[in-house]
């Protein structure tokens, strides 16, 4: 495929081009058995123990918004890429891009967003960097965390695991946070109580593990290209179909009203604390009532199903009978949403 | 001590600024017993075994200078970061904020860099990131890297060790990165053949711990803020004071020759492949004799002694019998050097 010239803001929507960039440059100079499942943490075995690494740099615009702030995305957003690996997050590392200028309230209200986050996730703020760069060379702060954390026993995710009739599990209802930063930016007029639903998932996630790890196959959080890029990304890997039913997807008012004045597809919208999981058909419905029954776990689906065709693809089946191709995100209609 | 209303570039220099920054800020939000010792790197303890993790922003501008460029520096920088703290690295992350308009062949470029120098220090790249800001939010490309690494046995390192009588060990020349990146600015005029410093430091470490790591005390990597800067936060720990050796530190004519013109103290500038460690009085020959005789450490010298006196306080004897208070760097007169 042919490859652009300059660097644009499709290249970080988590979508087509995002993959492509990384395909086409990352992966091309530095293939490695770790780094090309690109799962959201590299797994590294020691001494028969897992450990998960996971880093991301966050960039969102603007630093707060309905229900969170950067400082606090900063921590949720690390620690789901961990517990979504099934790995209990333990440490993190924040590193701090401040452009100079920057009011030190600001930035200590930040910091404070952070511990919070820390404290509620039970992780430890283990270390850092600061760095400040030339007024007009930064956007006020950007912060890069890494987490790193302990993939609990039994756990065993991965692409290669799914199978035809396996289930896909959704935590609830999506495209939230993508429309909370959408609306705290002004650029639409639209009424909305929304906020974002940043925190962290390992409260809602290490159940599962507990109840049955080996029946859980694969899981991601759909944060930049939403639901359609994280399954779009399964059925390539898998090369098996994948279907949805549309009506099983919870979506708020709030979300599916403000797509629709955008011409925009929820399924493309970013969350920020919900994990879509691939499991063991005969558990499926179990792993549902289990999340239903936990804080936070109430509006839990099965939304659809792992099919033999189209293969490679997914598609959408409506309450009509009708059904549709989802397609990844392409270009960004939301730039700079985590 | 008053605080700032604003951060400034001083912020993020690696002198008092910095340091007041990261204990008035996140130290005082953030405290736990693995951040407290604001040390290079964060050493988490699992099963009896010592993982050290670390993380680290890279900003420096320009993007390329006379041996080396911010992908190349970005791996070397953390890799360095566990090395000084006795810990062999074996894996890397890379986070990269990325501003719209950059040219792929600079960002393909620096992948590359990274690539290379992650084969050169022997550290997997097993994930990362990628954001796009739009244009003008950001100066070409910033990246944060992430080190993991395995604390080798035996090692024992930290403030609480050093003893009045341990020498202090110098790798290497120092300032040759800072001057390098100074002149790749072109804002002063000076013909010099400099290159920086930067490279892997784990292949001059490991055989001193292989030698006796017990008898390595403390270690650093002179970076942001330099060799004044890391010695006077070792004396403030330890309450002891640290004397040095002004004719046997290490440095090259070129650093001297730019620190006359711009009067700037060459303690003050950073390198990107030294470290400074102290070691106990009775190893110290034998750890000089070790590292002369390694490819890389053929410079390498004792440049002084922990007294008792002056307390929390470093001091430079020059060759006729004086003397001077080496402070830490305080303002940036070299901003975005790493």
Redesign the interface.
Known sequence: MK???????????GGKS?RR??EQ??LA??R?P??EPL?D??I?E??K?R?A???????ISPLVFPGGSIGELAVNGTVNDLAVSGAKP??I????????????EV??RE??A??RA?KAASV???????????H????GL?I?T?G?G?VEPGVNLGPHRVEVGDKILLSGPIGDHGITVLLARGEIELEATLQTDSRPLWPIIEPMIRLEPAAIKWMRDPTRGGLASVLNELAHDIGFGIMIEEESIPIRQEVRGACEILGLDPLHIASEGQFVAVVDQKKAVDFQKLLNDIPGGEEARIIGVISNKPPGKVVALSGYGGSRMVDMLIGDPL??IC
Chains 1, 2 share one sequence.
């Open positions: 490859q652009e010239q300059c660097i644009e803001l499709a290249h970080g929507a995002s960039l990384i440059v990352i100079e530095c490695n770790l780094l799962a943490a590299a590294i020691w001494d123990t450990y690494l996971t880093t991301d740099s966050y960039v333990l440490v590392l924040s590193s701090w891009i401040l452009e100079a200028g920057l009011s030190m930035f200590q910091v404070k952070m511990a820390a430890i703020i283990a270390g850092g960097d600061t760095k400040v760069v030339e007009g060379k930064g956007d950007y890069t890494t790193y302990l730039p700079r």
